[in-house]
């Protein structure tokens, strides 16, 4: 009996390669842990959560087109997940790795090596907005979310504060690259102020005409000129795979978890 | 009593943004849902699957230092998840999506437009080995594995030889790019075929002198030759960040879940 639960497992991974046509020299022998035959059945709860995982790591590794609104039936796991431990366990992860690399990179000393952060669910949280507009399953409210800007009271991700400052000590020159545009400047940076973000060295904003550029195209862009003008881009944290995707790339790129929207 | 949960959590977030020298503008109205004050603590498993979520989320988006073996108490996280649901839900979902953007794509015609996929994790899995050796908790060991290439008995993963024969399908030439070396070539093609997969036009292992490049060279310096030879690299398959990052980077990337090693 055991045998047969344990077969059925195997089929449901590799069935083509066990069919008549792609027969296999020889039968694999599988050694499979008991507990896996005597696990109970899955509950509706527990298919909506491995669903709603797989679709976040798909979401966090880029594997995903482009999407405007999370999953209906994820509403309730990325709520769970952005309100409860998962989220913050990841951001102090990536805060803890990041800052990691950057105390390991040896420095030349002349000032050119820096550090890039984007800023929106990367150095400031825009949960408070979010938790008022479902979590990502209401599409994106351009003027809804531009008041919120406007109110400056986005918090610091803790971590990444953190990792801001201890970039900042170890003698980084500090970018900061954001989709913002640059008529948010003034708010944003008395936001930044009062969320405990300072010492950066530039702050780099969409300017009228870059509005309508794809973020990887216009981040990309902003890099090239980095580069052009002797920087070493050593780390760049982003919670978007358009904040560090494209040209230019960092020598390390630290992908924060952000399940609920998507830039391209 | 409610309010008073309520805080702590927020503050487990944000607590930087909430410290006297921090103070922000005016106190966020966070409306938090009610269940999340009354769920039950967490239990030693929740609290290790929590921690293991998290590390195979940093693992999954490179967000990690090179890493030699899965950390000791998440042996039993990465094997039930290997052999259980959530691998094949991952391995079956970046099929699918693969799968639409490969059918997105508008052909030139000229035979220029190719797919790469890597081999071990992508279209051969090594699982059987794996579940003798750890589940990536032993160190990778170099002749043991040769051993079991050897035996040319890695059987398919199905969802990947589904998305390969619909590449194969709709035109797009096959090129498949692996860190074997050229010595496995003829029991590389013997176990394909016997797996089920057909008809690529190109077979790339590393040769005798490309033993000891880095993975991202290598493959980007093969991706290189493919663009220089006017090839559109549209799709690129692989369970290793190193299988897709580099120059020469496909149009469209898509990351197999892999949490058992890491190839730099």
Redesign the interface.
């Known amino acids: 009996m055991r045998i047969h639960v344990i077969c059925l497992?195997v089929v449901?991974?590799?069935?083509?390669?066990?069919?008549d046509?792609?027969?296999?020299?020889?039968p694999?022998?599988?050694?499979?842990?008991s507990e896996?035959v005597t696990r109970p059945k899955?509950s509706d709860e527990d298919v909506i959560n491995?669903?709603c995982?797989?679709?976040r790591?798909?979401a966090?590794?880029?594997?995903?087109?482009p999407w405007k609104t999370i999953p209906e039936e994820c509403a309730d796991y990325v709520?769970?997940y952005v309100?409860?431990?998962?989220?913050?366990?990841?951001?102090e992860?990536?805060s803890e790795?990041?800052s990691?690399?950057a105390s390991s990179v040896e420095f030349a000393g002349d000032g050119k090596d820096i550090w890039i952060f984007d800023i929106d669910e990367t150095l400031l949280?825009n949960?408070?907005y979010y938790?008022?507009h479902g979590f990502g399953l209401e599409v994106f409210h351009h003027s809804e979310f531009d008041k919120w800007v406007e109110r400056?009271?986005a918090?610091?991700?803790?971590p990444s504060?953190?990792l801001y400052q201890r970039v900042v000590d170890l003698g980084y020159k500090v970018f900061l690259l954001t989709g913002r545009k640059e008529s948010h400047r003034l708010i944003t940076v008395e936001n930044l102020i009062?969320?405990?973000f300072q010492n950066w060295d530039k702050l780099i904003l969409r300017s009228p005409d870059e509005q309508h550029k794809m973020a990887t195209l216009y981040k990309s862009e902003k890099r090239d000129e980095m580069v052009k003008e002797g920087y070493r881009i050593r780390g760049n944290s982003g919670d978007q795979w358009s904040d560090l995707?494209g040209s230019s790339m960092s020598q390390r790129?630290?992908?924060l978890?952000n399940p609920m929207y998507y830039i391209p």
């Open positions: 497992l449901s991974l590799f069935s083509s390669a066990f069919s046509s792609y027969l296999l020299p020889r694999l022998v599988l050694q499979y842990p896996i899955k491995l669903h995982t797989s679709w790591f798909a966090e590794t880029n594997n995903l087109s709520k769970d309100l409860g431990k998962g989220y913050v366990t990841d951001l992860r990536v790795e990041a990691m690399f949280s949960l408070p938790i008022d400056g009271v918090p610091a991700i803790a504060l953190k009062n969320a405990g995707l790129s630290f992908k978890a």
